[in-house]
């Protein structure tokens, strides 16, 4: 019987969360009639005529492939098979330790 009456009560207060949740986004995107501004028109155009990206990409990060090997599967054995000799190493240093 309290085990039913305690998930009453978390159900309720589920309830009551919700509701108090959707009517503060009514609250707080129609009735304020808050605006997004679009600043897609000030954006610098390319030579297409299409806005050009805020974002650049760091070129000077590589693949997995471009590191370690010439095909996915040779660069993923050779990428484990660092990982097993560096999980080893620091497994025969932590060897001798005792807390």
């Given amino acids: 019987m309290e085990a039913w009456y305690v998930f009453q009560k978390i159900s309720y ?16 995107f129609f009735l304020k009639k808050n605006k997004i501004y679009s600043l897609q028109n000030h954006l610098k155009k390319t030579n297409d005529g299409k806005s ?11 693949g997995l492939i471009e590191t370690y090997g010439k095909n996915v599967t040779e660069a993923f054995n050779k990428r484990n098979q660092i990982s097993v000799e560096s999980f080893r190493y620091i497994k025969e240093k932590m060897k001798n330790l005792s807390f």
């Fill in 52 to 62: 050009s990206l805020i974002y650049t990409k760091n070129l000077s990060d590589s």
């Fill in 13 to 28: 207060l589920y309830i009551l969360l919700t509701v108090f949740t959707v009517v503060f986004l009514i609250f707080s």
